[in-house]
């Protein structure tokens, strides 16, 4: 998503970026349609060592770089872009059937 924001509005240090960003899976019981949502259209894999096959691994490593790191704060990256607090959590079932698992790594 792109937001452009007037230059009074523009989120320079990491308590700002966290007023607005999340970097976790909602809960399915407090945030049911944004735990749907979420599960639905902004979810990367799952994949790892025993599914190859998936266009973004190459050389046994995912293209985008996932999995993500775990941080306990928000920082600012050396690109000047935020490094999100991406705190562990438990699995959460991607399907009805609950065969595959995701979490926020």
């Not at 960003?21 to 749907?36: A, D, G, N, Y």
């Not at 894999?45 to 691994?57: A, K, T």
């Not at 705190?87 to 991607?94: F, I, Q, R």
Request: net charge neutral; glycine share 4%.
């Amino acid at each position: 998503m792109l937001v452009i924001c007037a230059e009074s509005d523009k989120l320079r240090i990491p308590y700002d970026f966290d007023r607005v960003v999340r970097v976790e899976i909602p809960s399915k019981h407090e945030e049911s349609l944004l735990h749907q949502v979420v599960l639905k259209h902004m979810i990367h894999g799952p994949h790892g060592i025993n599914d190859r096959h998936y266009p973004c691994i190459k050389d046994d490593k995912c293209k985008k770089r996932f999995s993500k790191e775990f941080y306990y704060e928000t920082r600012r990256g050396q690109d000047s872009y935020p490094i999100n607090e991406r705190l562990p959590g438990p699995p959460v079932p991607l399907d009805s059937n609950n065969r595959k698992f995701v979490d926020n790594d």
